[in-house]
């Protein structure tokens, strides 16, 4: 691992001086703006303190909030790490694509070369540079790294920073975990291809956040005078947590405030880099997460913040996650939109910010550009599939009505949570017909199927229409617009 520092050192030596160039030139001449997204893994509706978090505050993250617009109504493509991911990449709901879970350090699939990324779209409209620093976890192998899907650049880890075999306390972990573990291979850190150097312990993870941080800083440094697509996808908060010595302690909450602590500093220092370079104007940046939290990992997991359940559920404590975006030019200060938004619409903006063409295959985003204009009257999206597993249909959402279809699902509830990075037990709830008023009660504790007859009528039009798109594994349809993963054999 000190070969990498040692490495990002000498890059952002020689860097610093082309930022210091950089400054000359102002990007005024680009009325493209640099693109940063800054995605979370594993992070509750409530990690933020914008948000309602406690024991901890983001400063940074909160001023990017007051100079920029706060979502509420926040979706993930569906609430688990590559599937979620997948959404963001191509603006596709995953199990249109073939890309569902979490990929495994064996799996011989991947994202489809053939399906377009945000990276590839950007490159095709115009001199767009890009990269991604961080978790890619959308193909293990060469052909689907993120060097094979347009980004120019790629430093991090390949797959979940959980997948290596690291050593739970054997009192309290399962037999059924520890050999989950000892299947996993040593954990790569990637450069470009090419193993860079292996994660072998906690302590080569406590650097992950500031190595990650250090290369988006040079990369926007090095690329100040040009547009860019730069993704930086942390690692944390996905256990196993890992925090430097500069935050190790800092918080209230323990080793989750910590990580925290962190991301709200690597926040700060791609703020800073951008300022430095003159192109803050003109940059939007995106800040979001994969999924909620990992609940059953106890204090060293995140807040749902009241909503209902967390990661792996089709519950809004799985889906809905905190997003800020600011971008000076265009987001009014202090913004605050409670339309409902998904990650898969974040591509389809995009290509209406640059004026690219959507992608020639189907996709489900649609642009929210006129409410980052201000527009409190436009409505993108109305409705909303909830898939989950390979590809069941488990709830369908218009306006504020959500109906929950019938399914089994994982629940925390009820059960101890797990101390000290070792999770506790879950376990399976067959799940009824339900309707729930999103707005009155995001928690989904009421369930109004009997009194609104009606509405339950409706939403099963759309969960009807979902089916005969993408098909249901719970009624046995395969749908009319699937398309398959990449596939090494």
């Not at 082309?18 to 001449?29: C, L, P, W």
């Not at 000892?182 to 994660?199: G, H, I, K, Q």
């Not at 008023?437 to 995001?442: A, I, T, V």
Request: proline share 5%; aromatic share 10%; net charge neutral.
């Amino acid at each position: 691992m000190d070969r990498i520092k040692n490495k990002g050192i000498s890059f952002l030596v020689i860097l610093n001086l082309v930022g210091i160039f950089s400054k000359v030139y102002a990007q005024d001449a680009y009325k493209t703006p640099n693109i940063v997204i800054i995605f979370m893994d594993d992070m509750g509706y409530g990690d933020l303190s914008s948000y309602g978090a406690k024991g901890y505050m983001t400063p940074n993250l909160d001023q990017l909030a007051m100079q920029g617009m706060r979502f509420t109504d926040f979706v993930v493509a569906q609430p688990i790490c590559s599937a979620s991911r997948a959404g963001l990449m191509t603006g596709c709901y995953p199990n249109r694509i073939g890309i569902s879970g979490a990929l495994n350090p064996h799996s011989k699939i991947g994202l489809n070369p053939d399906e377009e990324t945000i990276a590839e779209l950007v490159k095709r409209k115009g001199n767009y540079k890009t990269a991604l620093f961080g978790k890619w976890h959308l193909g293990n192998r060469k052909p689907f790294f993120p060097t094979k899907q347009g980004f120019d650049e790629f430093v991090g880890l390949p797959y979940s920073n959980d997948m290596w075999k690291w050593t739970y306390d054997m009192k309290l972990a399962t037999e059924e975990t520890h050999a989950r573990k000892a299947s996993y291979p040593e954990l790569p850190l990637m450069a470009m291809d090419t193993v860079w150097s292996t994660v072998e312990n906690l302590e080569d993870q406590e650097k992950l956040t500031s190595i990650y941080t250090e290369q988006s800083v040079r990369f926007i440094h090095e690329n100040a005078t040009s547009p860019f697509l730069l993704v930086l996808s942390h690692s944390m908060p996905h256990v196993p947590l890992a925090v430097s010595d500069k935050f190790k302690g800092k918080s209230d909450q323990g080793i989750y405030g910590d990580v925290m602590m962190e991301i709200d500093w690597s926040v700060g220092e791609i703020v800073k880099a951008l300022d430095e370079t003159g192109i803050s104007e003109n940059t939007l940046i995106v800040f979001t997460s994969d999924n909620g939290p990992w609940l059953n990992f106890g204090h060293h997991a995140g807040s749902a913040f009241g909503l209902r359940e967390g990661k792996a559920t089709s519950f809004e404590g799985g889906h809905r996650v905190p997003c800020i975006m600011k971008w000076p030019k265009v987001i009014k200060e202090g913004g605050v939109s409670n339309k409902l938004v998904s990650t898969i619409d974040i591509l389809p903006t995009i290509a209406e910010i640059i004026g690219a063409e959507l992608p020639t295959k189907k996709i489900d985003g649609v642009s929210i550009l006129e409410l980052l204009k201000g527009n409190k009257k436009v409505v993108p999206r109305s409705e909303f599939y909830y898939y989950y597993n390979k590809n069941s249909l488990q709830a369908v959402r218009k306006g504020n009505w959500k109906l929950i279809l019938p399914h089994s699902s994982r629940t925390y509830q009820e059960f101890l949570p797990g101390k000290n990075g070792v999770p506790g037990k879950t376990g399976m709830n067959d799940i009824p017909l339900s309707l729930y008023d999103l707005q009155n009660d995001p928690g989904e504790r009421y369930n109004f199927e009997m009194l609104y007859p009606e509405k339950v009528d409706e939403l099963m039009e759309i969960a009807k229409k979902a089916r005969q798109d993408l098909g249901d594994d719970l009624l046995g349809m395969e749908g009319k617009n699937r398309r398959v993963s990449g596939r090494i054999e």
